[in-house]
């Protein structure tokens, strides 16, 4: 199809950045176009204070959908709107708070039939208004919902899903490319990919850090083949010539690296972690998915095999060790964790090796699925080894019982809170169970909590996830309600605007609800899930459906921790794992009292039922005495 013919089928607003004037809308008096404060490019639309003044576009629809549509709008006192109409008829508006600060405003899942009119509108209040950069998403292919006794989570959850689909690229649109704040206009157009927003809202591009976390989230709303392009865009970079880095960002078209952190093959931003993260991140997805190509696509596997293998050999010269090295010269040059914040030259550091390890084990899982067992027993034996690496040597800091974060480019250990680098190592599952990883965690939690806490919320959006693997659900839960309680305050990023509108956010709050509230975990190839209450002590019970699980949704429900109801809303059979926390001697399956089986993951006891539930059917577990 020719790019023409394509951008006719979507849903385009003509001139959304204002960069082309008046072009493609209409004016009342009182408003125009202007250059002092645009949000990106070097214009805007601004709407003088009071009533009846409006600036207009009418899109014709050439395909029947849904659809989400954005701005970015500030304004100097309350009372304007942000309107959507199709064919006259109001179909969603925001009236605008007065807030100086650029926010992003989403009016989401618009349904229009072919032939409608939908006409995008802003209008005035009692203050100016100023609006820039116009989006249209395409609406979610995935509508889970949540429902809950505490109606806190069910709000959070709302705001999340509507949020993080607002992020969405049409795949075909045309777009900006290597826009950041340096060059707020770009480089000149593109055509964008089934792409996602992930990293700053003022740059044009998505980042490896940033997809790895939100990877699961965007899953949940539907958008698998949004993560398959991303992530085989970042294995496509990880060439030998770039030693078996990814890079660290790509414009929206899935293909060009985005110019603020790519300068050449041997200076551009890279950073250790992220290459091992997006090895365990896409077998998360095929565990959701259920996609052969994670296993099957000889470009996926070449890029995991480099990484345990090759990556490591080439980036192991500094501290020989087995452990994937930086440079200790900054981000340019290959950085050794994810804390930028700090000046210490690392070369080894604790988000690294908790990735590499779960490189490793995500890599044996993958292989045994390739029917390769030789490499997946490998791989396995490897983690194994990492593992014991760290809990007796690498973590240990001799003569002392400090535990040790990284470790500088002569061969100090660093001790002490490292943000990234410290809490890393818990999420990984890279500590051995018991007393030492308790009495870190309570550090972590410490930390965080006083003047350790990181001023970016993106760096704090991994604690939920942190103390959800290690089942300390109320300080995840607190965690997740701190993060949502943050999104209306101002980014330490000005040019990010609110913290709300930084896309890890909201994606983010969608995967902790339902694989840390809820605690579902797939794995589709199997068609078997498994579940486990994590609900804080003031969550009741909470359910979601529509979760979508291989070529179907799941449904679940958990009232407290001791009670999980299971929806298949398939049509195949699922087996699902009810997995209850520690011991307990018997559980009532479906109203049949049953012995309660022990199963230990990473260390801890669990006690679960293995139940098979045919497409359309429900099944309950719960502990009995």
Known sequence: MKYGALFAMLLTVVNPGFEQGTAGWTFTQGTGVATNRPHGGAKLIYLDAGPGRSVSQTVHVQRAGRYSISAWISTGGPDGTFTVRRNGAEAGRITLPSRSTYARYTISNVEVAEGDQLEIVFGSGSGWVNADDVMVSPGAAANPVVTSSNPKVAEMFAWAKDKAGSWVHQDGAPGPLNVDERRPAGTGEGVYASTYWAGYAHRSGYYSRDFAHQLAGAHILGLAEQNKTMLRSFAASASEEHRYYPVWALNFDASTYLSIDYRSPTNFVREVPAAFELVEKANEAF???????????EAFWDYYRHVVKDFVELHDGLLPNGVAEGTGKGIFQGAASYNESGDEPLAEAGDAIGAQYQAYRAFAALALDRRDLRTSLSAARKATELKRYFNTTWSVKPGSGEFVRAYTVDGTPLTGFGKENSWFMPLKGIIDAGSRNDAYLDFVDAEASGAGRPGNIEAITYLPDTFFRHNRNETAWKWMQHVYDQREARHTVSRQGLNGDY?????????????????????????????????PGDIGWLAVSGVPVGDGTIGVRHDGVNASTFTNESAGSLMWEARFLGEHRWLEVNGHRFPGLAKTIDGVTYTVATVPVPGGKTATVKTAR
């Open 503 to 535: 896309p890890e956010v909201s994606f983010t709050l969608v995967s902790q609800t339902v694989e840390g509230l809820m605690g579902i975990q797939p794995d589709a190839p199997r068609r078997t899930v498994a579940t486990q209450s994590r609900l």
């Open 287 to 297: 565990r959701w998915s259920g996609d052969r190509a994670y296993v099957d696509d």
